[in-house]
């Protein structure tokens, strides 16, 4: 069964960089077959897709925050991070990731727990 | 960015009610939609993709439809552990985009 697992810090002061990282479980990143997926939600609000890496490296940004996002994978240890750099307190959210499938409707399935960052001083 | 309005935003119901959930995107996205449930103080868990497929393990009573821009997520007959939020995602578009979702009362 495949698990994906955030880490980092919850608490990030305005300006510096968010980074998480995603473990999987389960499943390898080097598959062809998914994307990785990061999304966040702030409080009492919807979901926003940030962005998702696929095992060649080779990744997607939402356009409202591409200036600010990187995802990167490390295969070596079957996870891949965020960071999300010049934070302010709009960055703070519940963030999780997922798996999300290359073919068909690419849904996302499964997701992480999540994990709640703050921004703020 | 496609622009996913769903309808109505929240919603209250009595257990047995069948209940519809609407979602429609601002131009077509064929079949390139999916459903999520999200209970409080949980993560989103994948209901149905390409509009109308039933992910394993999901009940039965629930079920999509819908093309082009126009989507709809039925529960047949709305049980206790329903109580949730819903969310449409389209993935016509590399800018992945949600529905503001719907939240279901019971």
């Known amino acids: 069964q495949v698990q994906l697992q955030e880490s980092g810090p919850g608490l990030v002061k305005p300006s510096q960089t968010l980074s998480l990282t995603c473990s999987v479980s389960?499943?390898?990143?080097?598959?062809?077959?998914?994307?990785w997926s990061w999304i966040r939600q702030p409080a009492g609000k919807g979901l926003e897709w940030i962005g998702r890496?696929?095992?060649?490296?080779?990744?997607n940004y939402n356009p409202s925050l591409k200036s600010r996002v990187t995802i990167s994978v490390d295969t070596s240890k079957n996870q891949f991070s965020l960071n999300l750099n010049s934070v302010t307190a709009a960055d703070t959210a519940v963030y999780y990731c997922a798996r999300q499938y290359t073919y068909g409707s690419n849904w996302f399935d499964p997701w992480g727990q999540g994990t709640l960052v703050t921004v703020s001083s | 960015d496609i622009q996913m309005t769903q309808s109505p935003s929240s919603l209250s119901a009595s257990v047995g009610d069948r209940v519809t959930i609407t979602c429609r995107a601002s131009?077509?996205?064929?079949?390139?939609l999916n459903w999520y449930q999200q209970k409080p103080g949980k993560a989103p868990k994948l209901l149905i993709h390409s509009a109308s497929t039933l992910q394993s393990g999901v009940p039965s009573r629930f079920s999509g439809s819908g093309s082009g821009t126009d989507f709809t997520l039925t529960v047949a007959s709305l049980q206790l552990e329903d109580l949730a939020t819903y969310y449409c995602q389209q993935s016509y578009s590399a800018a992945l985009t949600f529905g503001g979702g719907t939240k279901v009362e019971i």
């Open positions: 131009q077509s996205i064929s079949s390139y």
């Open positions: 389960g499943d390898s990143l080097k598959s062809g077959l998914y994307y």
């Open positions: 890496i696929y095992n060649s490296g080779s990744t």
